[in-house]
């Protein structure tokens, strides 16, 4: 569909999600993070829907904390791990979560899949066999490439002859950081989230997005995805009409020879050092971004930031190693000089 048709689709099922809430007598707010869901926030005030934004914006680059700030998105924190004996709060670190669940690498549902296979109980039993089995549809199969390098925890009792890593391998860094404290500011908001998510992101994005549609009333959750059928081009055109403030790491949004936009630095963010998708990431990487601006950090996260059950210290360099991605750069001089280009660009 036009352009236009998908902006008026947007503004109609907005409404409609915030009508269907006051019905059901529920606040609802924007959960925020990278230029998607600001620019989603902007949309919403731009139609007449004034509400809360809220954000784990630590976890965030700091040119996007920046905007967050401008726009007044209420910053929350990660999830609370214990009490301290002093009656405060000790809060996830994402070095911990790795420690005790592992590694965020490939996707968030590979990685939740890798996870169940490691940690088999009764309940999972049919999840854990249609993984094996590739019962699933083939966007959400597990590839095979990976079933072989990470599938080896049910050998025994599949008869497969898959590998087992030599870490651990989870999702666990979005639910502990990100999710869950967005979801108990909701449950004691009584708030259901708009979320900038689009089907065109592909993965469990456009799975979920397809099954449920853009808003969604379940007997637990409630959620609205006003931009689920946009494409990037459309985001990035409503950003523009909008005047969205773009954040630096994003660079600026331009149009080339042949129309199609782009944003000249990062096309999307994250939290620093997650390694969903970094198998398909061009170089330089944010690993080898992180390794010129800060070396030491670098250092601690590839070799220092784990402990094996044979007490030697272990990182990313591991993982990335066995995942098939690059992490050094000697004698690369065309790496270089693309480092460099970027670099500067970041500097200006």
């Not at 979005?174 to 908001?189: G, Q, V």
């Not at 059950?309 to 995942?323: H, M, P, S, T």
Request: charged share 25%; glycine share 8%; net charge positive.
């Amino acid at each position: 569909m036009p352009y236009s048709f998908k902006v008026e689709y947007a503004k109609i099922r907005a409404k409609e999600f915030v009508a269907e809430c006051e019905k059901r007598g529920l606040n609802y707010h924007v959960s925020v993070g990278g230029l998607d869901s600001i620019t989603l926030l902007l949309f919403l005030r731009s139609i007449g829907i004034d509400c809360p934004a809220v954000s784990v914006s630590g976890l965030e680059d700091k040119s996007i904390q920046e905007i967050h700030k401008q726009l007044g998105v209420i910053k929350l924190l990660p999830s609370v791990r214990y009490m301290n004996p002093n009656g405060t709060p000790h809060r996830w670190s994402k070095v911990e979560i790795i420690r005790e669940f592992g590694f965020p690498i490939i996707s968030k549902e590979v990685a939740e899949k890798i996870w169940t296979l490691a940690n088999p109980t009764e309940k999972n039993a049919k999840f854990r066999e249609g993984i094996i089995k590739q019962k699933y549809s083939s966007s959400r199969r597990v590839a095979q490439k990976w079933l072989e390098k990470f599938g080896g925890y049910a050998n025994e009792e599949y008869g497969t002859n898959y590998k087992i890593a030599p870490f651990k391998v989870s999702e666990k860094c979005c639910y502990f950081l990100k999710e869950k404290p967005c979801d108990d500011w909701a449950s004691k908001n009584n708030s259901a989230p708009f979320l900038g998510l689009m089907a065109s992101e592909g993965g469990r994005r456009e799975y979920m997005l397809k099954i449920y549609g853009c808003n969604y009333f379940g007997k637990i959750r409630a959620r609205s995805c006003p931009f689920a059928i946009f494409s990037k081009q459309d985001l990035l055109q409503l950003a523009l009409d909008l005047n969205v403030p773009i954040p630096a790491i994003y660079g600026t949004i331009e149009r080339k020879e042949d129309g199609t936009l782009y944003t000249t630095k990062a096309q999307r963010t994250g939290c620093g050092m997650c390694g969903f998708g970094i198998h398909l990431e061009k170089r330089p990487h944010e690993f080898d971004l992180l390794k010129e601006k800060n070396p030491k950090l670098w250092h601690f996260w590839m070799y220092e930031c784990c402990t094996d059950e044979n007490g030697q210290k272990f990182g990313w360099a591991r993982v990335l190693d066995y995942i098939g991605v690059p992490y050094l750069n000697e004698d690369k001089t065309q790496f270089d000089g693309v480092m460099q280009g970027r670099l500067f660009e970041e500097n200006q």
